[in-house]
């Protein structure tokens, strides 16, 4: 499927409507609605980082293999990009596998198991499923569900 220069591969089984309607809702999704026309070299890292996990949703996958979507990002832009798995494991049921050496990315799932020479050596509960319990997992102090990041220790 080709929304613009956008390329979002969808089921050959939908009909070319239903393609460009889901390419547009996919877009919206991840921050992107209105930037369908705009060819790669035209979008931030973030934004080409955005588009890949688009195209990754295509299909309604159960599952989401990711290694380092954050890697090659400035702060704000990682920023952004981390947000968007926790928020598709909540609203959509979607489960995310992400490999990262960034402790901040890790802390936004809800689950995090720390490696050491490939055996588990640890693991942790991310501030995912610690904002249902409003207490943040590394100071202990109370947060917010709205809270993207813990007000005391940040």
Excluded: F
């Excluded at 704000?76 to 960034?102: F, W």
């Excluded at 050596?121 to 109370?142: A, M, R």
């Amino acid at each position: 499927m080709h929304t613009g220069d956008v390329k979002i591969c969808l089921n050959a089984k939908r009909s070319k409507t239903e393609k460009r309607r889901r390419a547009r809702e996919l877009l919206g999704l991840v921050g992107l609605a209105g930037r369908e026309k705009h060819r790669p070299q035209r979008l931030s890292a973030g934004e080409q980082q955005r588009v890949a996990i688009a195209r990754a949703l295509a299909n309604d996958p159960a599952i989401i293999l990711a290694d380092e979507p954050t890697g090659n990002l400035d702060s704000e832009s990682k920023y952004e990009i981390v947000r968007l798995p926790a928020d598709l494991n909540i609203k959509q049921g979607t489960t995310v596998v992400m490999v990262t050496h960034d402790s901040h990315v890790a802390s936004h799932s809800e689950r995090t198991l720390l490696l050491k020479d490939g055996k588990i050596i640890k693991e942790k509960q991310g501030l995912h499923v610690v904002k249902k319990k409003l207490t943040c997992p590394y100071c202990g102090g109370n947060i917010q569900a709205s809270d993207e990041r813990c007000p005391n220790c940040k």
